[in-house]
DNA sequence: CGGTTCCTTGAGAGAACTCAACGTCGGTGG
DNA sequence: CCACCGACGTTGAGTTCTCTCAAGGAACCG
């Protein structure tokens, strides 16, 4: 991965016509609203793994990031030179969250696999703050959600829980609907095992072990549930999953 | 502990004599947004270990809580009735951040020694979020800030590193500007172990070694910081600290 | 084709856990 | 006043889970 951050063209985003659908953090607002998040997008970019950084841990937070399509992960590099994942963004998902009380990254963010971002300058949402309670609500929410998340990651879990929570999580956000559906996982088990503070070695061996069982079918980064019962209750106390069940929480 | 939230007393708490000062997160708004945000506390309880939770994981999130004075731990229980903790709050931390996009609590609160929180109802911050854009910053702010912490924190380090960051983070927490000076930690071994994800003895067994290293000393609660810079360096790759250096980020 | 990256499986090592015991402290009640 | 009890803190010995090191096979790409 190169150390540098790559350059922003200039390509007007359409809220409208974006992949992302649904999975938008804007999807449910009234149109005028969404109109006005439209316009705070500026651009969006297309990224590419190994071809360099969306941004780098200590760069002024100058935006905030929207992921259109594939999967973007954030990350920090200790001393040794070591990669440690802190999140796989999907969709929909917002990048630079834990940025918000900072004027800089605490982390970096690159491409795990072909993906597109859209880019909102944060000055320009520090501005619609002012007008747009609902898109700040928004904002809070997703913050919110996300903190109890990484709270419900941290906790000392076996890897076989780890590994189940994250199999279920991946799928209620990757494919919602598609219960039961072959699912293709964007990273690689590396990857996951960073995430998971796994060695990739102990992922290969608990999917494995998963797959004898008869819980998960695994060919390579497809995937599919087969007894979801049983991987449910390995994941149940990791609690990771139906973060989004209830949405407007906050709303009176 | 008890199964049943404690009964809220009727004290309606004056901001300006509040004994968080200047660690309350209204501290630094003007006097107007304060006296607002003042208008909103409702009430303040006192709250003592094993005398019953603030409130139990699935409870409806009703209020937000912040705390006065104490500390106050966050924690779920598992099928096995097996305690994780999740966080420690300090006077002028904020109680269910974490449940701002959900309608439930994901966690339950008690108090670590004799404490105080005052009490918003959440109907009425919502309210209030369409009027004052700076409060909601501040929100959002510290919803910000303790997802970094807990990103932090969730990543596979030694036990060493841990104690290390844990140390530190309360030393910056509980007494900012008396660096060296000793310390009294709220909290039980078997908590800190609990909320690092290491067993009691691992706990000890490395403040002892931290002792005779010539890093940290320590009777029983009390503890001082020896050698900063050792200490520091063990908790680096951690990169808990420091979360709270440059405030008004979202401010434009 | 080579070369690289990823996935998988095996064997040994090490960090932290569990189990167990003991000392200390503070409260309680005889 | 003191014996008792429970909670907490500390230390030791053995176990276990995951990691590290090593190697082979599969997929992809120039």
Redesign the interface.
Known sequence: MGAHSVPFDRCKPNCSMCPAGSRCFTSGLPDQEISLWNDLVQTHVPLFPGHGALFNAGDE?ENLYLVRAGCVKTY?I??EGNE?I??FHLPGDLIG???????HH??AAGAVEASQVCVIP??RV??E??RS?AL??R??????????A???????FTADQRVAAFVLSMQERLAPSASGQKLRLPMTRRDIGNYL?LATETVCRVITRLEQQGVLESRDRALAIRDRRRLAGLA??V?LSG?????F????
Request: proline residues 5%; hydrophobic residues 35%; aromatic residues 2%.
């Open positions: 937070a920090t200790d001393e440690r802190r999140g969250l834990d940025a918000l009380s900072r004027r605490p982390c944060r000055a520090a501005a703050l002012q309670p700040m609500q904002l809070l929410e997703r913050t919110s959600r996300e903190l109890s990484a709270l419900s990651l941290s906790g000392d503070r149940e106390p609690g973060s989004g069940a209830d949405y929480a906050l709303a009176a």
